[in-house]
């Protein structure tokens, strides 16, 4: 087989953060150690018919290998954890709590980190954003807390660390989230304890180093 | 195997449109032929301690079947179809493909679909909730519009009926978005197929039989 061919931009849009969901994919199939390629997208291209016949969407990240083609950061990273030993426990059930916390995470966690984002960070200038915001706090945080009295003082959600861990961190990096998660000290603790795993510094490091293009006109730096 | 159990409430928040997040597991069981039995909460029992147990964001559904715990309708979803034929392809490709899809309803489809289901209808009396609509709308027409031209006339999203097209059916049921989806009358036809699927007319007279209790005090009706 070829290596999988991952896309990303070329470019960052977080001033390297590296919080793009290609993130994602690099990080998994750095923990599992295989090689990948990458196809990096400059500004506009994600949204042309090329990319478009790979990811419906217009986003990234896609993964592909030989004619087989997928899309969505969290299909990708389950496909990998199946394809290649080391996040995914190999009993059945283990399995299927993993793929729990990875949908926990993006069906029940991102959703109110991005809407908090969003109103916090990108619609912060609305004349109405201010007098919402309460309302999205309050959202946020009660999943946060959820979530830190489930992980109690546990290193990993389930076990050793999972695709549901990987997920998990990913979506708590945004940084509108991390200003709200000192309030859990278990919870800012995990998420350091998942950027400090070296295959995570590869992966960012990967993606910092490809990210040589122009931002467009106009965004904000 | 004693029959899987289904956590689910004992009353309607939705006027019996079963809108609750336990008709994609009860829809999925019925697909696969699956026996079930209901594990029915009354208003405040899924945020008690021994349903916490469960389900760690006090929620609906979760999926029980001996000794084994699940939550999250898109982890259960997968479950599954990967213990009962009937919502996988055979092959490897394309159970990934049906993943990707169960992931794009609920990580791509869905945040924009309940962002526009709290403007539109649980925000509606707040003073701002008029000045931002019109953003939350264009959010939800480009996932529409994105969705309706990848599905073009085809009948589900990637070959034969799968749980990724039970999952996006199932998310694009929510009425605000209904309104909506009339400007692309594929994806209005999608949905009324799936709906039309004696599995999921089964599943929703089960679930509407099961809706016996009093909705709390101050609910809308």
């Known amino acids: 087989m070829t290596n999988p061919l991952v896309t990303g931009y070329d470019w960052s849009p977080d001033r390297g953060l590296g919080l793009v969901r290609d993130i994602r994919v690099r990080w998994a199939l750095e923990e599992v150690g295989q090689p990948y390629d990458v196809r990096y997208l400059s500004w506009g291209q994600q949204k042309e018919p090329a990319h478009r016949a790979r990811h419906p969407f217009g986003q ?6 030989d004619d087989f083609v997928l899309f969505e950061s969290g299909a990708i990273v389950l496909h990998i954890a ?6 995914f426990p190999e009993d059945r059930r283990g399995r299927a709590r993993a793929i729990e916390w990875m949908f926990a995470a993006l ?6 980190v991005w809407e908090h984002l969003r109103a916090a960070v990108f619609e912060q200038g609305e004349d109405w954003a201010k007098a919402r915001l309460p309302g999205v706090e309050a959202r946020l945080s009660e999943r946060l807390e959820e979530l830190s009295a489930r992980l109690g003082d546990a290193e990993w959600l389930d076990g050793a660390f999972s695709a549901g861990d990987l997920l998990m961190v990913a979506v708590l990096r945004y940084p509108s989230t991390a200003d ?6 278990n919870l800012a603790a995990y998420v350091a304890r998942g950027v400090a795993r070296p295959a995570f510094v590869r992966a960012l490091d990967a993606l910092r180093a490809g990210q040589t293009g122009a931002a467009p006109a106009g965004w904000p730096q």
């Not at 069906?107 to 109110?112: A, I």
């Not at 709200?180 to 000290?185: C, N, Q, R």
């Open 107 to 112: 069906n029940t966690v991102e959703p109110v």
């Open 60 to 65: 990234v990240p896609t993964y592909e290998d």
């Open 180 to 185: 709200m998660i000192g309030a859990y000290p």
């Open 82 to 87: 199946e394809t290649w030993p080391g996040l």
